[in-house]
């Protein structure tokens, strides 16, 4: 019979045993190359995990495994596999990537690996925080209770957002969802920025930290994986601005965390799955994009009693403006709190922002604000939704006064009601938004 001693003795000997292997360095080789992925034979290690491949120029590339298929490991190079030979030899260096995070990185602009953009020295960052995040107990999470001012009028009077919310801002391309988004960056109430830009042109990453961030700088950080970088490092990007706004909410901050675009992150997943032999489904997306699209937005919102919250806003860019047949859209929608849309036919009519209100939403907007801005806000929408689905007979001139009452109302109201949604590119405080509508439904307020 085996006494309690002998078992601490072994779990102890077990334990030091696995301590004494990880200090040992195994080297596999690299055996075939397959699109995006290479295979590598003779190591073991777990799906996430970070390797690095010796080069013939002696700078080893950083890979990570993503899957394995019979007796080798698949891993992807995150900055490509130019320069790979057969038989280049692969060592696993960690477990799971951690990045290094601290007050340092405000005001800074890096890429998905943390490598510095802006021309400054690397930053002296020392804390750890892991890329694929932290958990927080849903239980636990903090209620939307707090209004959250973005600085937008028609966002704030109409679908007014809270504190710890995950919106999506749908929009066709270029319609002007940048310099809204540059707008909320700037005028949002929060103490960090945390701006992920992924798979944009490399010409808008530096037109957007130069000219739409603005003062919100130095309490910025953003995060920027061009178009030209690979699958993986798009990934990588996303993630690790999501880990930077984790780490600070667990130090108590409120943060605005702006990611542009979700759809280029579940693209970029979507090649990653399917190099690794995934099968297509719907619109060529692998099953596991949806998964991992509806995981990513879940490390959002508010922490716990201790902790500060994460406020945010998902860019989603919907083919030919369809608003509807778009997986990722969908996904989008029935994950997240809200979705503020973006019309092209009112870009294209120069109102801007063209914030298509009758379409856009906020879930947690009953429980936000005081019964009377939600009136208000509610009849706003019959009103201004009256006036678009009717905008056909109008400008035709076929419409006679007297047939629609609630049509007469909102044709009454229209140059009113146009204020609470022009703005140019001033801050528009909360406060300020519903003293417009208010103005704009005077008899209904009272």
Same mark, same amino acid.
């Given at each position: 019979?085996? &006494?309690?001693?002998?078992?601490?003795?072994?779990?102890?000997?077990?334990?030091?045993?696995?301590?004494?292997?990880?200090?040992?360095?195994?080297?596999?080789?690299?055996?075939? &190359?397959?699109?995006?992925?290479?295979?590598?034979?003779?190591?073991?290690?777990?799906?996430?995990?970070?390797?690095?491949?010796?080069?013939?120029?002696?700078?080893?590339?950083?890979?990570?495994?993503?899957?394995? #298929?019979?007796?080798?490991?698949?891993?992807?190079?995150?900055?490509?596999?130019?320069?790979?030979?057969?038989?280049?030899?692969?060592?696993? %260096?960690?477990?799971?990537?951690?990045?290094?995070?601290?007050?340092?990185?405000?005001?800074?602009?890096? #890429?998905?690996?943390?490598?510095?953009?802006?021309?400054?020295?690397?930053? %002296?960052?020392?804390?750890?925080?892991?890329?694929?995040?932290?958990?927080?107990?849903?239980?636990?999470?903090?209620?939307?209770?707090?209004?959250?001012?973005?600085?937008?009028?028609?966002?704030?009077?109409? +679908?007014?957002?809270?504190?710890?919310?995950?919106?999506? $801002?749908?929009?066709?391309?270029?319609?002007?969802?940048?310099?809204?988004?540059?707008?909320?960056?700037?005028?949002?109430?929060? =103490?960090?920025?945390?701006?992920?830009?992924?798979?944009?042109?490399?010409?808008?990453?530096?037109?957007?930290?130069? =000219?739409?961030?603005?003062?919100?700088? *130095?309490? &910025?950080?953003?995060?920027?994986?061009?178009?030209?970088?690979?699958?993986?490092?798009?990934?990588?990007?996303?993630?690790?601005?999501?880990?930077?706004?984790? /780490?600070?909410?667990?130090?108590?901050?409120?943060?605005?965390?702006?990611?542009?675009? $979700?759809?280029?992150? +579940?693209?970029?997943?979507?090649?990653?799955?399917?190099?690794?032999?995934?099968?297509?489904?719907?619109?060529?997306?692998?099953?596991?994009?949806?998964?991992?699209?509806?995981? /990513?937005?879940?490390?959002?919102?508010?922490?716990?009693?201790?902790?500060?919250?994460?406020?945010?806003?998902?860019?989603?860019?919907?083919?030919?403006?369809?608003?509807?047949?778009?997986?990722?859209?969908?996904?989008?929608?029935?994950?997240?709190?809200?979705?503020?849309?973006? &019309?092209?036919?009112?870009?294209?009519?120069?109102?801007?922002?063209?914030?298509?209100?009758? +379409?856009?939403?906020?879930?947690?907007?009953?429980? $936000?604000?005081?019964?009377?801005?939600?009136?208000?806000?509610?009849?706003?929408?019959?009103?201004?939704?009256?006036?678009?689905?009717?905008?056909?007979?109008?400008?035709?001139?076929?419409?006679?006064?007297?047939?629609?009452? $609630?049509?007469? %109302?909102?044709?009454?109201?229209?140059?009113?009601?146009?204020?609470?949604?022009?703005?140019?590119?001033?801050?528009?405080?909360?406060?300020?938004?519903?003293? +417009?509508?208010?103005?704009?439904? *005077?008899?209904?307020?009272?």
């Amino acid at each position: 019979m085996i &006494s309690l001693d002998n078992i601490r003795t072994l779990a102890a000997e077990r334990a030091r045993l696995a301590m004494a292997q990880d200090t040992i360095c195994r080297y596999g080789r690299v055996v075939r &190359s397959h699109g995006d992925v290479l295979h590598a034979s003779g190591i073991r290690a777990p799906i996430g995990s970070r390797c690095l491949i010796d080069t013939e120029d002696g700078l080893p590339l950083v890979a990570e495994v993503v899957g394995f #298929d019979a007796g080798t490991l698949l891993i992807m190079p995150e900055q490509g596999k130019r320069g790979v030979v057969r038989g280049a030899r692969v060592h696993v %260096e960690s477990r799971a990537p951690t990045p290094l995070m601290g007050p340092e990185l405000l005001g800074r602009v890096i #890429d998905g690996r943390g490598v510095p953009l802006d021309g400054r020295p690397p930053p %002296e960052v020392s804390d750890p925080w892991p890329l694929m995040g932290v958990p927080v107990n849903p239980m636990d999470r903090e209620r939307i209770a707090k209004t959250f001012d973005v600085g937008v009028s028609a966002i704030n009077a109409l +679908a007014t957002l809270g504190r710890g919310m995950r919106v999506g $801002l749908f929009a066709g391309s270029g319609v002007g969802k940048t310099t809204l988004l540059g707008m909320m960056s700037r005028y949002a109430e929060a =103490d960090v920025v945390v701006v992920g830009m992924i798979g944009e042109r490399g010409r808008e990453i530096r037109e957007f930290v130069e =000219d739409h961030i603005g003062e919100a700088r *130095p309490r &910025s950080v953003i995060v920027a994986s061009p178009a030209d970088d690979t699958a993986l490092g798009r990934v990588h990007g996303a993630y690790l601005a999501a880990a930077i706004a984790e /780490y600070w909410r667990d130090r108590g901050k409120h943060v605005l965390l702006v990611v542009d675009s $979700l759809t280029r992150l +579940a693209m970029a997943l979507r090649g990653i799955g399917l190099a690794v032999g995934e099968p297509p489904a719907t619109k060529g997306y692998p099953p596991s994009v949806f998964g991992a699209i509806a995981s /990513y937005v879940e490390r959002a919102g508010n922490g716990t009693k201790a902790q500060g919250s994460i406020t945010a806003i998902y860019t989603v860019l919907v083919e030919g403006d369809d608003h509807v047949g778009d997986p990722v859209g969908d996904t989008a929608r029935s994950v997240l709190d809200g979705h503020i849309v973006l &019309s092209r036919t009112l870009a294209e009519a120069a109102f801007y922002p063209p914030i298509d209100i009758v +379409a856009s939403l906020s879930r947690p907007m009953p429980g $936000l604000v005081a019964p009377a801005h939600y009136k208000l806000a509610s009849r706003f929408r019959a009103l201004w939704a009256r006036k678009q689905e009717k905008q056909d007979i109008i400008d035709l001139g076929a419409y006679v006064a007297g047939r629609d009452p $609630l049509l007469d %109302e909102a044709l009454r109201r229209s140059p009113a009601m146009e204020v609470v949604l022009r703005q140019g590119t001033e801050n528009v405080k909360l406060a300020a938004a519903i003293t +417009a509508l208010q103005a704009a439904l *005077p008899e209904v307020g009272a």
